[in-house]
């Protein structure tokens, strides 16, 4: 069954210090794989996506197929950091995706 | 220019009544996806448009729901003889075609009595 998995509900960092959101997935095929973010009284919107191999905002996440992890990662977190974060899986023809439950990231002075 | 719209933003019904919630997608937009977020719960896809068709409807969770799209721009989706475990977001997206990322609107707020 395809699912998408954030084992963290709530994250609290320091300023400055590094953060990991960990997202696991199963899924039989080759997944597509999302970062979305919804700020404070803000909508749902992406952050990044595997295929683009891309850095938004310092954040980078590396899709490991053994591992089937998405982990998305910032060497040094902002308080502006500070949203939900949503894990998300597409089959090729983004017909259908599925969102893990979310984790909060909360960075502190 | 303007985003994803949705109305009503709040809606609150006794249960067993009928609601439509609706989606206005971003012009241009063919593809349009409807999600359901219960508290504390990640996003449950419930249908996907690409035009005015919806090939996969696995995702709606009881035949009480039901989504149309009409002139490949507005959606509505109809929640039938509401029960209290249809409380939730309702949120929807769409996106370009052919393309990855999914513009979403600000939900609409559904509570059941």
């Known amino acids: 069954a395809q699912r998408v998995t954030q084992p963290e509900k709530l994250l609290s960092v320091f300023k400055g210090a590094p953060v990991e959101l960990k997202c696991n997935y199963s899924?039989?095929?080759?997944?597509?794989l999302f970062w979305y973010v919804q700020y404070s009284r803000q909508r749902l919107q992406l952050l990044l996506r595997?295929?683009s191999r891309e850095s938004i905002k310092g954040f980078t996440a590396d899709l490991n197929k053994g591992e089937t992890s998405f982990h998305l990662k910032k060497p040094f977190a902002q308080e502006e950091d500070s949203a939900m974060y949503y894990c998300?899986?597409?089959?090729?023809?983004?017909?259908?995706?599925?969102f893990g439950s979310g984790t909060k990231l909360n960075v502190k002075p | 220019g303007a985003g994803v719209s949705q109305s009503p933003s709040n809606k609150v019904t006794e249960k067993g009544k009928d609601v439509e919630l609706r989606c206005d997608p971003i012009s241009g937009h063919t593809a349009l996806y409807w999600y359901r977020q219960s508290l504390g719960q990640g996003l449950e896809f419930l249908i996907y448009?690409?035009?005015?068709?919806?090939?996969?409807k696995s995702g709606l969770p009881s035949d009480r729901f039901s989504a149309e799209r009409t002139g490949g721009s507005v959606s509505t989706l109809t929640i039938q003889r509401t029960q209290q475990e249809d409380s939730a977001v309702y949120l929807c997206?769409?996106?370009?075609?052919?393309?990855?990322?999914?513009?979403f609107g600000p939900g609409t707020r559904l509570t059941v009595l």
């Open positions: 997206a769409s996106s370009k075609p052919s393309r990855h990322e999914q513009f």
């Open positions: 899924y039989s095929g080759s997944p597509e």
């Open positions: 595997h295929i």
């Open positions: 448009f690409q035009g005015n068709s919806a090939p996969d």
């Open positions: 998300a899986l597409s089959g090729p023809n983004f017909n259908k995706f599925y």
